[in-house]
Nanobody
């Protein structure tokens, strides 16, 4: 499975962005997917995850109510809709596909995309 994250950019605080994670590989639709982010000088952290069929989602407390994860298996794509963005959301965002279940633990994820930069100005 190969993953390509896109949709990042520069946005003002309070604005919105939608990130996409496009995948190649016939097993993508059977895998859970997570989004993580890494800010400068900080460790990579969990943002959100979605089960293979979209039936279960998980969110970090810091993004609940502002960010929504969804997927379209027909398009082999997972989305991260980010609203009411804050400067502290500035980071490189990565998507990752899991081998079994999803969650906040990075060890659950086998395949990682290259990341897309999100910058939120105040």
């Amino acid at each position: 499975v190969q993953l390509q994250a896109s949709g990042g950019g520069l946005v003002q605080a309070g604005g919105s962005l939608r990130l996409s994670c496009a995948a190649s590989g016939h097993t993508f639709s059977t895998r859970g997917v997570g989004w993580f982010r890494q800010a400068p000088g900080k460790e990579r952290e969990f943002v959100a995850a979605i089960a293979w069929n979209g039936g279960i989602t998980y969110y970090a407390e810091s993004v609940k109510g502002r960010i929504t994860i969804s997927r379209d298996n027909a398009k082999n794509t997972v989305y991260l809709q980010m609203n009411t963005l804050k400067p502290e959301d500035t980071a490189v965002y990565y998507c990752a596909a899991a081998s079994l279940r999803v969650g906040s633990n990075q060890d659950l994820y086998t395949y990682w995309g290259q990341g897309t930069q999100v910058t939120v100005s105040s």
